[in-house]
């Protein structure tokens, strides 16, 4: 990624301008490249669901296996091997993303990459609702509005779909989940990717070695072009979520909050543009609830982001011109600051103006 460094100054700053375009730049390939997902697993027929998942699992761990030597980033290792709790964690996160990964491969082919973009759109309700009742979280008034909207969507949905809408429910439940185990591991994306599909790796290798062995593999058996396909499914994997890296560290995390949408948004639209799915008159009212929740989430988080932020700030000059707060400005700063991380991420949305070090924020990775 030679060229992705923000530009030195003369004086030996980075060029935050600059920065910050390319960090959108790669925010923008990142979420793109989740979007269009829905016109690559469908090239990977004749496999099964199972097959394409147990491909991209053992292609993934080759290809972070390859970017990991490259990058000489292998010091994480040991420690990680010696702390039995978090490897127990990423375990966890290990069987969590391969239920959400194995579900959506399913559904796009399947033929349900409308519902399969629900579960993206709802996933920040879902990690506001999982606060509430797993952490204890107290909402905020417009959070409960969002709430309560977002139920309501999947009751409309539900008689839409004469079912309950079990697939987005199941794809925005297990990506919640495992966004909160990752926050407790705290790996970067490259890490954590090669741990969990290093845990991955035996069983989906055993499968297809049983595959092959049972004469049922399409691996081989449709061409070359079909063998690569398959074998590309570890950089279709990796590459988003380098570039989703190269943007978390460049644009603020409230930026990239935003830019989480543009994954669902293009699966929807390549729903019902491309692969043209029913869109029924209590479909499009469902839609437009869960839309509304987030206008109304996202509107809520910016807001108490701004007035943090602003508070933080006041404190400062307080602290810097000796009034008599001076004594407690630092610490009341630090804690608006915190305040105002804790509130963006309960939204789904990461924390304002404070860029991770590698370490993978909200919507990352996507399926």
């Known amino acids: 990624m030679g060229g992705s460094e923000p530009v030195a100054g003369l004086d030996g700053t980075a060029d935050a301008g600059s920065g910050r375009k390319a960090g959108l730049l790669y925010g923008f390939a990142a979420y793109g490249m989740w979007g269009l997902f829905p016109l690559y697993w469908p090239l990977l027929q004749p496999a099964g669901a199972l097959e394409i998942l147990a491909h991209r699992m053992v292609w993934s761990l080759a290809t972070v296996a390859l970017a990991l030597l490259a990058l000489r980033r292998w010091g994480w290792i040991p420690g990680l091997l ?20 194995g579900l959506y491969i399913w559904s796009v082919n ?28 107290r909402l905020r008034p417009a959070q409960w509005v969002a709430v309560g909207t977002g139920f309501a969507a999947v009751v409309v949905l539900a008689v839409g779909y004469g079912r309950p809408p079990w697939i987005s429910l199941v794809l925005a439940f297990s990506f919640a989940t495992y966004g909160l185990v990752k926050k407790t591991v705290n790996l970067g994306g490259l890490e954590s990717l090669a741990a969990e599909t290093a845990i991955q790796f035996l069983p989906a290798l055993a499968y297809l070695l049983w595959l092959g062995s049972q004469g049922s593999a399409a691996f081989g058996s449709a061409g ?23 943007a978390a560290i460049r644009v603020p995390l409230s930026t990239i909050g935003l830019l989480q949408y543009l994954a669902p948004v293009f699966q929807f639209l390549l729903g019902v543009l491309y692969f043209r799915e029913a869109m029924p008159p209590e479909r499009w009212a469902g839609f437009g609830l869960v839309w509304l929740a ?26 810097a011109t000796g009034s008599p707060a001076s004594g407690t400005a ?29 370490a993978p924020a909200a919507g990352a990775p996507f399926s």
């Open 330 to 358: 630092a610490s009341g700063a630090g804690a608006a600051e915190g305040t105002a991380s804790a509130q963006a991420s309960r939204a789904g949305a990461p924390a304002p103006e404070a860029p991770a070090a590698g």
């Open 110 to 137: 399947a033929g349900y990459v409308v519902e399969s973009s629900l579960g993206y759109f709802i996933n920040p309700l879902v990690t506001i609702a999982m606060g509430v009742l797993l952490l204890k979280e």
């Open 82 to 101: 010696r702390q039995r709790r978090k490897l127990g964690l990423i375990t966890v996160a290990a069987a969590v993303i391969t239920v959400n990964w």
């Open 224 to 246: 070359v072009g079909h063998m690569a396909l398959l074998a590309s499914a570890g950089l279709v994997t990796a590459v988003p979520l380098v570039c989703f890296g190269a």
């Open 294 to 319: 987030l206008s109304i989430l996202t509107w809520d988080a910016l807001r108490t982001a701004r007035r943090s932020r602003a508070r933080a700030q006041a404190l400062r000059r307080a602290a």
